[in-house]
Nanobody, 125 residues
């Protein structure tokens, strides 16, 4: 079955908050880099946040200051706290784990070998 399972997607009003959770097995969680991507209707998949053990986090300009990626090494989970949500944040959000040979391209899809099935986030009034 799936190595990564996302949850927490919901429909919220603009300005609202939501926290997404990505549950991983121990092996997948051991990946050096974990990230969140999203894909809005009619648009290409876009990286939004990534966390690199020992190096910190990286965010796309569109979510910087509003989203926060974090992880829990005990529970083997990765989170995406989303605040001040906007209608343009509406998308299917995917959790991803980097491949063993990760080359340092934070938001390049080919760097990620394992993906979750996605969770829908809808921001509208």
């Amino acid at each position: 079955q799936a190595q990564l399972v996302e949850s927490g997607g919901d429909s919220v009003q603009p300005g609202g908050s939501l926290r997404l959770t990505c549950a991983a097995d121990a092996v997948t969680y051991s990946s050096a880099v974990m990230a969140w991507f999203r894909q809005a209707p009619g648009k290409a998949r876009e990286g939004v946040a990534a966390i690199y053990s020992g190096e910190g986090s990286y965010y796309s300009d569109s979510v910087k200051g509003r989203f926060t990626i974090s992880h829990d090494n005990v529970k083997k989970m990765v989170y995406l706290q989303m605040n001040s949500l906007k209608p343009e944040d509406t998308a299917i959000y995917y959790c991803a784990a980097a491949r063993p040979g990760y080359g340092g391209n934070w938001f390049a899809p080919f760097e990620y070998a394992t993906w979750g099935q996605g969770t829908q986030v809808t921001v509208s009034s």
